[in-house]
């Protein structure tokens, strides 16, 4: 059976006011323009798994100011994100940006032992939403590696600008994306090793054959330069 089935068409969802109760770890409160899927993404975990979390039979309908359980992460609230921002766009040109977006190097709480994902021509993102992610440029079909081990909590290409996809999750507070791979090698729910080969290289939802990689804590992406091993 499919682990997970994209949902792409955009909820219709009624408005109605916002308790204002203060949330508790592992709670959401439903934003005006939300939909499940980015609820989802923003958290790490898949439509699925939210909608089993949260007794869902019919996931077009979710209600603004509606608190949701979620997996990890910190409280949300109405009209905000409070876990995290969407994803950036990480399609790319194959034209290099002149210079870096001005934007400070975020670190997390604790560190995390990571390895590069792969063996390729490095560059920090260029965009203001990109500049705490990495590319790495080789050929096609090159090896993508888990950077550390962890569960796949997503395995698809339903999201825009990313192609093929998978987000890793390592521990309740670490994910690292994976975008624009040629294949992928493993499915969501796979339990992987440090290092183990989870995709190949591509260039799907872009135009340059290249990996879009980043880490993120609590949602929130922070510098992955600061963790990744010095070439």
Same mark, same amino acid.
């Given at each position: 059976?499919?682990?997970?089935?994209?949902?792409?068409?955009?909820?219709?969802?009624? =408005?109605?006011?916002?308790?204002?109760?203060?949330?508790?770890?592992?709670?959401?409160r439903?934003?005006?323009?939300?939909?499940?899927?980015?609820?989802?993404?923003?958290?790490?975990?898949?439509?699925?798994?939210?909608m089993?979390?949260?007794?869902?039979?019919?996931p077009?309908?979710?209600?603004?100011?509606?608190? @949701?359980?979620?997996?990890?992460?910190?409280?949300?609230?109405?009209g905000?994100?409070a876990s995290?921002?969407?994803?950036?766009?990480?399609?790319?040109?194959?034209?290099?940006?002149? =210079?870096?977006?001005?934007?400070?190097?975020?670190?997390a709480?604790?560190?995390?032992n990571?390895?590069?994902?792969?063996?390729g021509?490095?560059?920090?993102?260029?965009?203001?939403?990109?500049?705490?992610?990495?590319?790495?440029?080789?050929a096609?079909?090159?090896p993508?590696?888990?950077?550390?081990?962890?569960?796949? =909590?997503?395995?698809?290409?339903?999201?825009?600008?990313?192609?093929?996809?998978?987000?890793?999750?390592?521990? =309740?507070?670490?994910?690292?994306?994976?975008?624009?791979?040629?294949? @992928?090698?493993?499915?969501?729910?796979t339990?992987?090793?440090?290092?183990?080969?989870?995709?190949?290289?591509?260039?799907?939802?872009?135009?340059?054959?290249?990996?879009?990689?980043? @880490?993120?804590?609590?949602?929130?992406p922070?510098?992955?330069?600061?963790?990744?091993?010095?070439?």
């Amino acid at each position: 059976m499919k682990l997970l089935s994209v949902i792409v068409v955009t909820l219709s969802i009624a =408005a109605c006011g916002s308790s204002g109760k203060k949330l508790s770890e592992g709670q959401y409160r439903v934003a005006k323009g939300d939909t499940l899927t980015q609820i989802a993404r923003k958290h790490g975990q898949s439509v699925r798994s939210l909608m089993s979390m949260n007794n869902i039979s019919n996931p077009n309908r979710i209600h603004v100011g509606q608190v @949701l359980k979620v997996q990890g992460g910190t409280a949300g609230s109405a009209g905000t994100v409070a876990s995290s921002g969407p994803l950036p766009n990480a399609g790319s040109s194959t034209v290099q940006q002149p =210079a870096p977006a001005k934007a400070s190097s975020v670190a997390a709480p604790r560190n995390i032992n990571l390895v590069w994902p792969a063996n390729g021509t490095s560059r920090r993102g260029t965009t203001t939403s990109t500049t705490q992610g990495v590319y790495v440029a080789a050929a096609r079909g090159t090896p993508v590696r888990a950077a550390a081990a962890g569960e796949v =909590a997503y395995a698809g290409d339903g999201l825009r600008g990313y192609g093929n996809m998978l987000l890793i999750r390592h521990d =309740a507070n670490f994910l690292t994306v994976y975008a624009h791979n040629e294949r @992928l090698l493993v499915k969501q729910g796979t339990r992987v090793k440090q290092g183990q080969e989870i995709a190949t290289m591509g260039s799907t939802g872009t135009n340059a054959v290249q990996l879009y990689f980043e @880490l993120r804590y609590n949602g929130k992406p922070v510098d992955a330069l600061r963790y990744l091993p010095k070439k």
